[in-house]
Every structure is written in structure tokens, then in C-alpha cells.
T-cell receptor
Framework: GNSVTQMEGPVTLSEEAFLTINCTYT??????LFWYVQYPGEGLQLLLK?????DKGSNKGFEATYRKETTSFHLEKGSVQVSDSAVYFC??????????????FGQGTILTVHP | DAGVIQSPRHEVTEMGQEVTLRCKPI?????LFWYRQTMMRGLELLIY????????DSGMPEDRFSAKMPNASFSTLKIQPSEPRDSAVYFC?????????????FGPGTRLTVL
């Protein structure tokens, strides 16, 4: 079945450091890929997405490229801020079969950025 | 657009009591999802609906949990009787089938505490 594996956390960085959170997936068909962010006390919100191979999603300085050859969708940001402290979830959409319409989420990675 | 609306935002109840959580999806969306989030188990999909019909309820923990979607603009998740281990944040999400890759929009969540 479909699965998403995220980099183990928590991740602790200093402000302005470079961020990478690894995400790899296993899926049948051609799923869309997502990064969601959850700030303390809030629901999940979409950060960026890519719907086909080689697409790059980007938002708020974050970016991720859909790599079908390595089945990866790593999240990167060149210079993190304290306000980026949150939990980040990688997810894929189930493109077919009995789970059509459902998202499969990774376990989440906690990011803490210190001043 | 108001986004996904959940009520109540916080619920504190005693063990054995019935709890009803409510969700209003984004107008026009045809998928609705109920999730539970805890520190121990992370984000879990409980059940989801397509066009008001339950598609997969395999994540519902036991018979004490039930969910309904009587129309396209309203869903409930009921726990009867509630137990302390049901304490969690419950999220509702909705999505629209089509070309957006099944991006899900999350509500703010209901924080349930069972004493």
C-alpha cells in the first residue's frame, strides 16, 4: 500500500540556518505530493504541493521538488525564522484503488528555530 | 470563504458522557474526513465520506465511535460513552475531487478532554 516516511525529529536550528526535511514515499499510480504545516494550537494548513513528476512547489520561502526517480519530496528553506517553528507533515494523495481521495501522511517532523 | 468550521473548539466532559463533535465543510466540497491527533499516536484518520456516504471507517477505534453526514454541509462525530483515552484533538477536513490533487482543508480542531 501507500506510505510516507519522514525524517525523524525533532529538528532544532538557529535562525537563518538552512533547513532540509527529508520525505520519501511508496505509492502506486501517480500521486500528488504535499507538505502541510501545523503551528502550535492550530489545524494543519497546506504549505505547498506538486501534482506531477519534476514539479516544484514553493511558498513562503519553502520549496520541494517531486522526484519520481528517487520517490522523494524533500522540503527545503534557505534561511529559517523563529516563526517557522511548527510541525511539518509530508503527504501523498491516493490516486486510485479503494482509497481514492484519501491522503497518506508521514509521522510529522517537529522544527524548533532559536533566535 | 469561511473555511472548515468545527464546534465546539474545546470540550471537557466526564467519563461515561456522550460527546458530539460537529463539522461544516467548505461549500461544494465532496469529501469529508475526521482525524484524531495525540502525542502518542500522531495523526490518525478515523473515517471519511464522499458525497455524504461513508467510504472507509476502518480507523474508527471501536463501537463507541460513530459518524454521520446527513447532508453535504454537516457532519457529526459522536463518542458514547466517552473514556479518558479518547482525550485528543479531533480535526475535520474537506476536499474537492478534480484537478487539485485532492488537497485537504483542515478545520481548527476540537480539543476534547475526558476526565
Amino acid at each position: 500500500g501507500n506510505s510516507v516516511t519522514q525524517m525523524e525529529g525533532p529538528v532544532t536550528l538557529s535562525e537563518e540556518a538552512f533547513l532540509t526535511i527529508n520525505c520519501t514515499y511508496t505509492a502506486t499510480g501517480y500521486p500528488s505530493l504535499f507538505w502541510y504545516v501545523q503551528y502550535p494550537g492550530e489545524g494543519l494548513q497546506l504549505l505547498l504541493k506538486a501534482t506531477k513528476a519534476d514539479d516544484k512547489g514553493s511558498n513562503k520561502g519553502f520549496e520541494a521538488t517531486y522526484r519520481k526517480e528517487t520517490t522523494s519530496f524533500h522540503l527545503e528553506k534557505g534561511s529559517v525564522q523563529v516563526s517557522d517553528s511548527a510541525v511539518y507533515f509530508c503527504a501523498l494523495s491516493n490516486a486510485g484503488g479503494t482509497s481514492y481521495g484519501k491522503l497518506t501522511f508521514g509521522q510529522g517532523t517537529i522544527l524548533t528555530v532559536h533566535p | 470563504d469561511a473555511g472548515v468550521i468545527q464546534s465546539p473548539r474545546h470540550e471537557v466532559t466526564e467519563m461515561g458522557q456522550e460527546v458530539t463533535l460537529r463539522c461544516k465543510p467548505i461549500s461544494g466540497h465532496d469529501y469529508l474526513f475526521w482525524y484524531r491527533q495525540t502525542m502518542m499516536r500522531g495523526l490518525e484518520l478515523l473515517i471519511y465520506f464522499n458525497n455524504n456516504v461513508p467510504i472507509d471507517d476502518s480507523g474508527m477505534p471501536e463501537d463507541r465511535f460513530s459518524a454521520k453526514m446527513p447532508n453535504a454541509s454537516f457532519s457529526t462525530l459522536k463518542i458514547q460513552p466517552s473514556e479518558p483515552r479518547d482525550s485528543a484533538v479531533y480535526f475535520c477536513a474537506s476536499s474537492l475531487s478534480g484537478r487539485n490533487g485532492y488537497e485537504q482543508f483542515f478545520g481548527p480542531g476540537t480539543r476534547l478532554t475526558v476526565l
